[in-house]
């Protein structure tokens, strides 16, 4: 793995700033669209759905970058090899 520069690593927090961000406002807009919508007494039951919902969505997203990834890098390697045999 390669090294990290300033640059990346600045830009990695600032993109994880404005995620994170974005998160809390949807957070606000999702409970309040529930304590206007759900009975109050159903209001709890409800946020966990979200909360789960959100956790498997925010999980498979994970899963798609990773395996997004790891395909890049082992088509990386295929086209590093086809340039190295062609150079020969």
Aim: charged fraction near 20%.
């Amino acid at each position: 793995m390669g090294k990290i520069s300033s640059k990346t690593a600045i830009h990695t927090a600032l993109i994880s700033a404005f995620t994170l961000t974005a998160a809390l406002l949807w957070r606000d807009a999702i409970i309040a669209a529930i304590k206007q919508f759900v009975p109050p007494q159903n209001v709890l039951f409800y946020e966990f759905v979200v909360a789960i919902i959100a956790t498997l969505l925010l999980i498979l997203a994970i899963y798609l970058i990773f395996k997004t990834e790891s395909e890049v890098e082992h088509i990386s390697l295929i086209i590093k090899k086809r340039r190295k045999n062609k150079k020969k």
